[in-house]
Nanobody
C-alpha cells in the first residue's frame, strides 16, 4: 500500500501563487508515475500535471501549461505542484495520485492511490 498526504492549500488572490506538497509513504518503489488532479465545484475531477518518479515524462494540459510546475524530491518522497498566476477558475480541491503503470498517465482510472485532497481557493 501507498499513503499520500497533501498539504499547502489555502486562500490566495488572483495572480498569486501557492505550492502544494504531497508526502508519499509505504511501498513507494512500486510506483512509476505521479499526478495532480483537481475537482472544482460542480465539475468532474481533471488531470492538471504528471511526472514520473524518476523525474521525466512531465505533462500538463493546456489549461495550466506555463503556470503550473510539477516536481518531486526523491530524498523526501515528496511531490510538489507550484502554481503561479492563479485564476479564480483554478479554485478546486487538489488531489495527489500515484500510478504503478508505466508511461504518462492522465486518466483517473490509471491511478492506483489517492490522497484526501487540499483545498485551493482563488479570490478575484
Amino acid at each position: 500500500q501507498v499513503q499520500l498526504v497533501e498539504s499547502g492549500g489555502g486562500l490566495v488572490q488572483a495572480g498569486g501563487s501557492l505550492r502544494l506538497s504531497c508526502a508519499a509513504s509505504g511501498r513507494i518503489l512500486s510506483l512509476y508515475y505521479m499526478g495532480w488532479f483537481r475537482r472544482a465545484p460542480g465539475k468532474e475531477r481533471e488531470f492538471v500535471a504528471g511526472i514520473s518518479w524518476t523525474g521525466g515524462s512531465i505533462y500538463y494540459p493546456d489549461s495550466v501549461n506555463g503556470r503550473f510546475t510539477i516536481s518531486r524530491d526523491i530524498s523526501k518522497n515528496t511531490l510538489y505542484l507550484q502554481m503561479n498566476s492563479l485564476k479564480p477558475e483554478d479554485t478546486a480541491l487538489y488531489y495527489c495520485a500515484a500510478a504503478r503503470g508505466r508511461g504518462i498517465q492522465t486518466t483517473i482510472g490509471s491511478y492506483d492511490y489517492w490522497g484526501q485532497g487540499t483545498q485551493v481557493t482563488v479570490s478575484s
